[in-house]
């Protein structure tokens, strides 16, 4: 069993749609960590979360400690989000997620 | 904002050579940076984290023979692939934490292939 699983493994969405990628976990953690991979590889950090949530432009993050769940949600969704989001988590050593491909049609 | 720099992006290379991929973190000092390796349609599979001015410490299953770390300053770290092998043969992506609550910062990755 994976530590870390992530919902859906694929995501299809028009334009301007919400969305949420799902994140689940079942060891201790001190940060949970939201990251976005480009077709070419390169991979962005988009949020570290201890607790509670956070918002930057369209991206907000969510985390519940007590259910080891987290969300990431893309609000009005455009083309330029399609990557992969990948949920990693930091415990006693880095957990990554499988990635979630995101694809976005004008 | 924080940014690591990777290099090279891509390198190709004969079987039983060595190759070496810097990350340097530009505009920060890292004490601790990170090596991850990730397979075709896989994720991120940590390596070794990477201590400047001592050993790394390498995840179970890595050898420490094969992928040589150096961390020599605070702003530098070294992966090199020695004896490379057509199944090292991956893409290799470094990080380092920028800073209390700010983050990882990942470098844009190398593609490594061996033939």
């Known amino acids: 069993k994976n530590e870390v699983e992530q919902s859906p493994q694929n995501l299809t969405a028009q334009e301007g749609e919400f969305i949420t990628i799902n994140c689940s976990y079942s060891?201790?953690?001190?940060?949970l960590h939201w990251l976005q991979q480009h077709p070419g590889g390169g991979i962005v950090s988009l949020f570290m979360?201890?607790?509670g949530k956070k918002k930057h432009g369209r991206l907000i993050a969510t985390i519940n400690i007590q259910e080891k769940h987290s969300s990431l949600h893309i609000t009005a969704s455009h083309p330029r989000d399609s990557a992969v989001y990948i949920c990693?988590?930091?415990?006693?050593?880095?957990?990554f997620g499988t990635g979630t491909s995101l694809t976005v049609i004008p | 904002g924080a940014v690591v720099s990777q290099h090279p992006s891509w390198v190709i290379c004969k079987s039983g050579t060595s190759v070496k991929i810097e990350c340097r973190s530009l505009d920060f000092q890292a004490t601790t940076m990170f090596w991850y390796r990730q397979f075709p349609k896989q994720s991120l599979m940590l390596m070794a984290t990477s201590n400047e001015g001592s050993k790394a410490t390498y995840e179970q299953g890595v050898e420490k023979d094969k992928f040589l770390i150096n961390h020599a300053s605070l702003t530098l770290s070294t992966l090199t692939v020695t004896s490379a092998h057509p199944e090292d043969s991956s893409f290799y992506i470094c990080s380092a934490r920028s800073g209390a609550g700010y983050g990882y910062t990942f470098g844009s990755g190398t593609r490594l292939t061996v033939v």
């Open positions: 060891v201790g953690i001190s940060a």
């Open positions: 990693a988590v930091q415990g006693n050593q880095f957990y």
């Open positions: 979360l201890s607790s």
